[in-house]
């Protein structure tokens, strides 16, 4: 699904974010990346969600290497992935409803297709009622949850989550890290950085952390 | 039961009040239908001209220059006009009065003594067949024969200059529409980069999110497609009204330019200004449309 082979980075003329990063995410696979802050796991998951291009080594998404696929592809490769950010980049000016919408619009689809299971995914998330509020009204916790609806609404092959439990309550963050599961056993490929270890521990999952711009693989995931 | 139809909400956020960019298109949109309007006064001032002068022919049996008057004028002048009524496609030929040859050379040389003396030419006026076409030089000729003081005259070099202007006004007009065509794709293109600036967090997301360059551009141009042909719809509405009140100045008798033709648009010339906003709808769209891509190829 994912694979990267010496992979660095940096910005501009700076030092190296990430260097010879190498792994592999298989598909169905449910994974952790950690590491301290501003370790470069935003960074690494940039690259893997096409905001920006390697500094060197091979990155294959799907099958392609982006080296080799043309740019005019890519907006197919990036519907197929949905990402939670770290900062959520919601759209201010819209609803949290028409916020979740916005992949399945992006893909061609209509209201009357999609409000349904727009509105049940809201629901899911604790925000049935707070459906029609645009962002900034919304506490930091709510936006992201929103951020989170809108990742996993249209059921993409892969799902990236940069700190998606930041600023909810640990409730609320089992919660959402069942949503994920969820979403792992109808075959999403998952990876989500998090410092929080209180979630590592209760997933059992596979976790990579980067140290420095390396890449340590920790644990190995239950199979 | 259906389900009701849900509105979405808007890619881009709506924008209050008129923009500067809204007072330039408006402003080009006048400046442009004058340009159109002139040019229509200009084709139909030519078309006139060449309806009223072609279509005849007018011939001058000259007095001498210097010396005694020719005693022959009169019999010279009734050839050709002989020889005019026996020729294929001219319909009649009457020789014009002493007197109203007179009034003709009235403005310039004024009435009185004077003018009785000079030695003025007969004029002779023909009507033509119209679209008849008539071998000029075989005229000529047997007029030469006929009258040896007779001048043909065709209008044709008149019509000539005359059609030149209009085509100097009409293509000058033409050229001022391709520069306001020009200026108004540049304030959108500048407009649309601003917008993209502007709205910089909502391009990079939807970019992000894998929309195709197209459904961006699509958020764009109809926002300056609609707002061009606002602006420009009242732009070309100034200018219009503006040829309707020339048209009722010139019906009460007040001619704005002497000697030009009047500045009044038809209404059928009128309804041709409705292709400035549309045009200028059509520029901001495309420019847009252009810009936008353009923007989204440069990045990642
Ligand atoms: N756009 C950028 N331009 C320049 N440097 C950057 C940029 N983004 C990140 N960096 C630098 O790259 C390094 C890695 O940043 P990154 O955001 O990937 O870390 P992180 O592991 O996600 O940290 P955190 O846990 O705090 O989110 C940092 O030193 C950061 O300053
Ligand atoms: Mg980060």
Same mark, same amino acid.
Not at chain 1, 107 to 132: C, F, I, N, S
Not at chain 2, 57 to 63: A, D, F, K, N
Not at chain 2, 154 to 169: E, N, P, Q, T, Y
Not at chain 2, 220 to 246: D, K
């Given at each position: ?137 919304? +506490?930091?916790? @709510?936006?992201? *949850?929103?951020?989170?609806? &809108?990742? !996993?609404?249209? /059921?993409?092959?892969?799902?990236? #989550? ?35 270890? +209180?979630?590592? @521990?209760?997933? *059992?999952?596979?976790?990579? &952390?980067? !140290?420095?711009? /390396?890449?340590?693989?920790?644990? #190995?995931?239950?199979? | ?300």
């Amino acid at each position: 699904m994912v694979r990267f082979e010496n992979v660095g980075m940096r910005y501009g003329p700076g030092p190296e974010v990430l260097r010879d990063v190498t792994f592999v995410l298989e598909a169905g696979s449910f994974t952790f990346l950690t590491g301290p802050s501003g370790a470069g796991k935003s960074t690494l998951l940039k690259l893997m969600f096409l905001a920006e291009p390697p500094s060197r080594g091979l990155v294959n998404l799907f099958g392609n290497d982006l080296a080799t696929t043309k740019r005019s592809a890519f907006a197919a490769l990036r519907r197929r992935i949905g990402v939670v950010f770290q900062d959520f980049r919601l759209l201010d000016h819209l609803s949290a409803f028409d916020n979740v919408a916005l992949p399945l619009r992006l893909a061609g689809g209509k209201p009357d297709d999609y409000t349904q299971d727009v509105e049940e995914l809201l629901g899911w998330v604790g925000l049935g009622d707070r459906m029609h509020a645009k962002p900034p009204t919304l +506490s930091g916790g @709510e936006q992201q *949850r929103v951020a989170i609806a &809108r990742a !996993v609404v249209a /059921r993409p092959d892969l799902l990236l #989550a940069d700190e998606p439990t930041g600023n909810v309550d640990a409730e609320i963050g089992q919660r959402l890290i069942r949503l994920f599961g969820e979403l792992n056993r109808l075959g999403t490929t998952v990876l989500i950085a998090t410092h929080d270890r +209180s979630l590592i @521990e209760n997933a *059992r999952a596979r976790e990579i &952390r980067l !140290v420095d711009g /390396r890449l340590v693989e920790m644990r #190995a995931g239950r199979t | 039961m259906s389900a009701p139809i849900r509105k979405r909400g808007r890619i881009l956020p709506r924008e209050a009040g008129a923009a500067p960019l809204d007072v330039v298109i408006g402003v080009m949109a006048f400046l442009a239908a004058l340009a159109l309007g002139a040019s229509l006064v200009a084709d139909r001032a030519a078309e006139g001209w060449r309806a009223g002068l072609s279509g005849r022919l007018t011939v001058q049996v000259l007095p001498p220059e210097h010396g005694a008057p020719n005693p022959a004028l009169a019999q010279e002048t009734a050839a050709a006009l002989d020889v005019l009524r026996s020729t294929d496609g001219v319909v009649h030929a009457d020789e014009i009065s002493q007197e109203e040859t007179l009034k003709l050379v009235e403005p310039w040389l004024g009435s009185g003594a004077v003018i009785a003396d000079l030695p003025l030419p007969r004029l002779i006026d023909a009507t033509l067949v119209p679209g008849a076409r008539i071998d000029l030089a075989a005229l000529t000729q047997r007029l030469k024969q006929a009258a040896p003081d007779s001048v043909l005259d065709d209008h044709s070099h008149w019509i000539a200059r005359l059609k030149g202007v209009a085509d100097a006004v009409i293509w000058s007009a033409y050229g001022i529409l391709a520069l306001i065509a020009i200026a108004t794709a540049s304030a959108i293109a500048f407009a649309t980069r601003a917008g993209l600036e502007a709205h910089h967090d909502i391009v990079s997301l939807l970019h992000q999110m894998g929309a195709r360059a197209g459904f961006i551009a699509r958020a764009f141009e109809w926002h300056y497609f609609i707002s061009a042909l606002f602006a420009a719809s009242v732009g070309g509405a100034l200018a219009a009204a503006f040829f309707v009140a020339a048209g009722g100045l010139e019906s009460v008798g007040i001619e704005p330019v002497p000697f030009l033709p009047p500045l009044s648009l038809q209404p059928a010339e009128l309804g041709w200004l409705i292709v400035v906003p549309l045009g200028s709808a059509f520029i901001a769209w495309a420019t847009a449309r252009l810009s936008v891509l353009a923007a989204l190829r440069r990045i990642y």
